[in-house]
Every structure is written in structure tokens, then in C-alpha cells.
């Protein structure tokens, strides 16, 4: 643990309508796929924390659900971990998307970021997929409504000035203790990554459902005996039969797909071979029933 002089450490939230990039800057940063990537909205639902340590400084990001106007149980409880998570930390990144218009989901977020007294920075993404010319138009937009304290153009998925972009937020921390030791990349259990990475492959693998329809339970996760291989039992819980049936596919082979995928990301955080079995439950409207969210890990009394 590093506590010698001029050592920096603090926390920063990354917020921002679903969908800007915001898990994708996360793992570029970290270097580690922590946080579940998908082109859909709304996937992120815990605070992931993700962690950056240098010889200078130690970052702990903290990855929030996109911020949107909710619309049932678990959508309240994913913004009111967005909110909280303003109030907590040392500094924030709102990552907004260069390709999309102003709209009234940024001017949602702005009044949110207007109540704080936590420094913010404008991060703006995929600059790689506009003409140089119209970023001036999109930092004059953003410049006009809220006083930021730095803007800072990226591409979160080439690593464009991301670099640049970890200078500034390190200039803006304090000096303070190292909390993490410096191999360690995310606070979360690995139980929880696992989970995230078999719900990941389910999103990308069936495009016609809804991400929040799927929730993902580790019944099991051990080594057997003296054996290398780590054996994993995971049941995916879906609200209708319908889904169910998606997810399972023609004589098993989506189940199969989603396994393979998942268990290559999952032996890469784990170091070791995996046998991962799969199960697919369905619980009807999970997502507005209490119990099943504190099943699934959300839980309102930790915020």
C-alpha cells in the first residue's frame, strides 16, 4: 500500500444517459473487462467500482446505472444509485455521446448536476465517428449550459485522449492514501463480474428482448476436489415463457452459445479453466417485486 508524499487517491463517478459509453471508457481505462458492454440502454444496474492504480495516483471509478426518467421499481432504485453517487465522490465525469443531438435527457442530467458541488468534467465520446469540424458545435452546446471544469473530447473505444483525459482527473484529486492494493482492478466480488458477464452475452446474443427482463443468480462457484477447473451453476431469470424459450433456443443451441461465450471471459478473470452449467428460470415481473430484487443483489438499503 502506497501512503508516500504527493501520492494522489479519490473516487469518480462516470454518468450519463444510457448508451453514451460509459462501461466502455471504464474497461478501456482499467484495462480489464469489469463492466458489462452492450449497444443496448440501461444494462448497468450496480455501482461498479473499477479501479486505476499508477505510481502517482489511485482512481476508483465508480460506473453509475444510465440516468433516466424511471418507470418501474428497479428503475427507481438504478436512479437513485445515480443520484447518491454524485454526493459521494471527489469528481465527475458525465460522458455524453458527439454523435447525438441535444436532447431532453442531457437537460434531465444537467439539472441533476446543477444541485452538486462536486467538480464535473464534460467528457465527450465517439469522436472518432464524427467529422473534426463538428465538435466545436457540440463543445459550444454543452459550454452554454452548465460551467464544467474541463471538456474533454474522447473515443472511450480507441483510447483517442484518454490519456489526457486521466492527467486532468489526477490534477483534481487531493493527495491521500492508497486503498487498494495495486493489482486489484474492481471492489466487487467475483461472483457478481461472473454474473454480469453471463447477462452481457445473453443482451448481445438476443437482440429482440429487453435487457431489464434478464437477471442472472451463481447457485454454485467452486473447484471440485484438487482439480484446476472452477465449476459454475448459474441460473438466467426471465419474466415470461416466452423469453425463456429465446434464451434456451432451437434444441438448446442459444444456451449453448451464451455458455461458450461467457465462460471465455470468465476464465480470463479467473485465471483457470471453468465448467459453467446453465439454467434458465422465469419469475413473472420480477422487477417490480422487492424480494426478487434483493435476490438478484439490489439493494435500496446500501445506497
Same mark, same amino acid.
Given at each position: 500500500m502506497s501512503n508516500q508524499k504527493g501520492f494522489k487517491s479519490g473516487f469518480v463517478s462516470i454518468i450519463g444517459r444510457p448508451n453514451v459509453g460509459k462501461s466502455t471508457l $471504464?474497461?478501456?481505462v %482499467?484495462?480489464?473487462?469489469i463492466a458489462i458492454m452492450s449497444d443496448k440502454p440501461q444494462t448497468t444496474r450496480n455501482k461498479i467500482q473499477g479501479v486505476y492504480t499508477s505510481a502517482e495516483s489511485q482512481i476508483v471509478f465508480i460506473d453509475t446505472p444510465g440516468i433516466h426518467k424511471p418507470k418501474?421499481? *428497479?428503475? &427507481?432504485? /438504478? /436512479?437513485?444509485?445515480?443520484?447518491?453517487? $454524485?454526493?459521494?465522490? &471527489?469528481?465527475? $465525469? #458525465?460522458?455524453? &455521446?458527439a454523435t447525438e443531438a441535444f436532447g431532453s435527457g442531457e437537460e434531465f442530467i %444537467?439539472?441533476? *448536476?446543477?444541485t452538486t458541488s462536486t467538480p464535473v468534467f464534460l467528457v465527450i465520446n465517439k469522436i472518432d465517428q464524427i467529422q473534426p469540424d463538428d465538435l466545436l458545435g457540440v463543445i459550444e452546446t454543452y459550454r452554454t449550459k452548465h460551467d464544467f471544469?474541463?471538456?474533454?473530447? %474522447? +473515443?472511450? $473505444?480507441?483510447g483517442n485522449n484518454v490519456p489526457t483525459l486521466m492527467e486532468q482527473i489526477t490534477k483534481y484529486l487531493d493527495e491521500g492514501p492508497q486503498y487498494y492494493p495495486s493489482d486489484q482492478v474492481t471492489d466487487h466480488p467475483e461472483r457478481f463480474v461472473v454474473a454480469e458477464l453471463i447477462r452481457e452475452k445473453v443482451l448481445h446474443l438476443t437482440r429482440e428482448e429487453i435487457p431489464h427482463s434478464i437477471a442472472v443468480n451463481i447457485e454454485q462457484m467452486k473447484r471440485r476436489g484438487q482439480s484446476?477447473?472452477? #465449476?459454475?451453476?448459474?441460473? %438466467?431469470?426471465?419474466?415470461? +415463457? +416466452?423469453?425463456k424459450g429465446i434464451i434456451i433456443g432451437k434444441q438448446g443451441s442459444m444456451l449453448k452459445e451464451v455458455g461458450k461465450r461467457a465462460r471465455v471471459d470468465i476464465e480470463t478473470l479467473l485465471g483457470s479453466k471453468v465448467f459453467l452449467e446453465l439454467w434458465v428460470k422465469v419469475q413473472k415481473d420480477w422487477r417490480n417485486k422487492p424480494a426478487h430484487l434483493r435476490d438478484f443483489g439490489f439493494r435500496e438499503d446500501e445506497y
Open positions: $471504464l474497461n478501456y %482499467i484495462g480489464q473487462k418501474h421499481k *428497479l428503475g &427507481d432504485f /438504478m /436512479m437513485k444509485v445515480a443520484q447518491n453517487t $454524485l454526493r459521494e465522490v &471527489d469528481l465527475v $465525469l #458525465y460522458v455524453v &455521446d %444537467i439539472e441533476k *448536476l446543477k471544469k474541463e471538456v474533454i473530447p %474522447i +473515443s472511450a $473505444l480507441q484446476e477447473t472452477v #465449476y459454475i451453476g448459474a441460473t %438466467i431469470v426471465v419474466e415470461r +415463457s +416466452s423469453q
